[in-house]
């Protein structure tokens, strides 16, 4: 039996520029970072990426995501799938290809 091959990480530098001009995901502060939610250590993609302040992208990385999710009710994996249909639905409408084309 042989074993699974590692899943390959998605990178692109446009989608997570188009994360960083959303507002944090929590607070609404400009000026956010791109976290990713499942560390691209972890083999994450950053097509799994949302938009955080530095303070709640500390506290995300202290908490972890279950505790974080419930002390500030926000779904960030909900957020994510909506950036990615926007970030589509953008370069589509401009008349570009479907992401990483």
């Not at 955080?52 to 500390?58: E, P």
């Not at 909900?78 to 370069?91: C, F, H, N, T, W």
Request: glycine share 6%; net charge positive.
């Amino acid at each position: 039996m042989s074993a699974l091959p590692k899943p390959e990480r998605v990178r692109d530098r446009e989608y997570l520029a188009f994360v960083r001009t959303h507002p944090c995901a929590v607070c609404n502060e400009r000026g956010v970072q791109a976290h990713h939610l499942k560390t691209r250590a972890a083999g994450g993609s950053d097509y799994h990426a949302v938009p955080l302040c530095a303070d709640h992208h500390v506290e995300w990385h202290k908490l972890g995501d279950r505790t974080f999710t419930e002390r500030h009710t926000v779904n960030l994996w909900k957020v994510s799938a909506q950036l990615l249909a926007g970030y589509i639905d953008e370069r589509l409408r401009c008349g570009m290809h479907s992401p990483r084309s």
